[in-house]
């Protein structure tokens, strides 16, 4: 059996995954020609390097496609149900640094808090004849976080797919849930994170999808340990 590796062919996470594979003296080689979005690493038989978009990799894990993958765990926990049970997070990269936060318009100068805006959700369809909007593409992580965690049920999910932090200011949702890293886009917004509003603190990790055939081999532990050792 093949093992199959994947790593961001683009993106943000895709540079540093690179220099962490060498420097865990793992060399990928490409099969082909240099613009091939497949390798195999040097020295280590039976491993092939699949290049793929960071959500992609995020899919394929999910899918069991692929056996390791280096991509945000914002993506792995948005893209499945039972997680843990599903892939094993080998190792935080320590890039890639991201929140996922519930975020609302600066103005709600009394919503501070998830019990704050729990109060605003619970009235909003008296006061508004409609339910409390959140934008987001997180819409796994948005239901667990609003609905299991915090018991609040009446809201209504806008997806969004891009320029999420707009949506309030343009009327198409109340509040958002979206990814930051340094604040600089939720300020331009007008937007402030509430303060237990970070549902997830997310960074690059390599993941392994969990398969009964990875116990006892020796690639699976090799990938891993030398994964480990440059960190
Ligand atoms: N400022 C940021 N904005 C968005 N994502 C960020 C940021 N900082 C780190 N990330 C992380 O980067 C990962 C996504 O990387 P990127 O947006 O480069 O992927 P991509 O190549 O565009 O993938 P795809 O096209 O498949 O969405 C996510 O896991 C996310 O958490
Ligand atoms: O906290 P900050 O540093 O402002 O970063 C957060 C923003 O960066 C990303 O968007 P980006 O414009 O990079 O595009 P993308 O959504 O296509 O990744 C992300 O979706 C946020 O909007």
Same mark, same amino acid.
């Given at each position: 059996?093949?093992?199959?590796?994947?790593? &961001?062919?683009?993106?943000?996470?895709?540079?540093?995954?690179?220099?962490?594979?060498?420097?865990?003296?793992?060399?990928?080689?490409?099969?082909?020609?240099? /613009?091939?979005?497949?390798?195999?690493?040097?020295?280590?038989?039976?491993?092939?390097?699949?290049?793929?978009?960071?959500?992609?990799?995020?899919?394929?894990?999910?899918?069991?496609?692929?056996?390791?993958?280096?991509?945000?765990?914002?993506?792995?926990?948005?893209?499945?149900?039972?997680?843990?049970?599903?892939?094993?997070?080998?190792? /935080?990269?320590?890039?890639?640094?991201?929140?996922?936060?519930?975020?609302? &318009?600066?103005?709600?100068?009394?919503?501070?808090?998830?019990?704050?805006?729990?109060?605003?959700?619970?009235?909003?369809?008296?006061?508004?004849?409609?339910?409390?909007?959140?934008?987001?593409?997180?819409?796994?992580?948005?239901?667990?976080?609003?609905?299991?965690?915090?018991?609040?049920?009446?809201?209504?999910?806008?997806?969004?797919?891009?320029?999420?932090?707009?949506? &309030?200011?343009?009327?198409?949702?109340?509040?958002?849930?979206?990814?930051?890293?340094?604040?600089?886009?939720?300020?331009?917004?007008?937007?402030?994170?509430?303060?237990?509003?970070?549902?997830?603190?997310?960074?690059?990790?390599?993941?392994?999808? /969990?398969? &009964?055939?990875?116990?006892?081999?020796?690639?699976?532990?090799?990938?891993?340990? /030398?994964?480990?050792?440059?960190?």
């Amino acid at each position: 059996m093949t093992i199959t590796l994947a790593l &961001p062919s683009k993106g943000r996470i895709k540079e540093a995954s690179a220099a962490l594979f060498d420097k865990a003296g793992l060399s990928i080689v490409s099969v082909g020609n240099d /613009r091939s979005y497949r390798g195999r690493i040097e020295g280590l038989d039976g491993v092939e390097v699949a290049y793929l978009s960071a959500s992609e990799i995020a899919r394929e894990l999910a899918a069991g496609t692929v056996d390791f993958g280096i991509t945000g765990e914002d993506l792995v926990r948005e893209g499945m149900s039972d997680v843990e049970t599903r892939v094993d997070f080998c190792a /935080r990269l320590g890039f890639g640094a991201a929140d996922v936060v519930v975020a609302v &318009p600066e103005i709600w100068l009394d919503v501070e808090t998830m019990a704050d805006l729990g109060d605003v959700a619970a009235d909003f369809r008296a006061r508004h004849g409609r339910r409390l909007a959140i934008a987001t593409k997180y819409w796994r992580l948005t239901q667990q976080f609003f609905s299991q965690r915090h018991g609040i049920q009446l809201y209504r999910i806008v997806e969004s797919l891009g320029a999420t932090e707009g949506a &309030p200011a343009a009327g198409q949702a109340d509040i958002i849930v979206d990814i930051t890293s340094t604040g600089a886009t939720l300020r331009a917004n007008h937007l402030k994170v509430l303060a237990d509003g970070v549902i997830l603190k997310s960074e690059a990790c390599l993941v392994r999808a /969990r398969k &009964p055939a990875h116990d006892g081999d020796a690639r699976v532990a090799e990938i891993v340990s /030398r994964v480990g050792a440059a960190l």
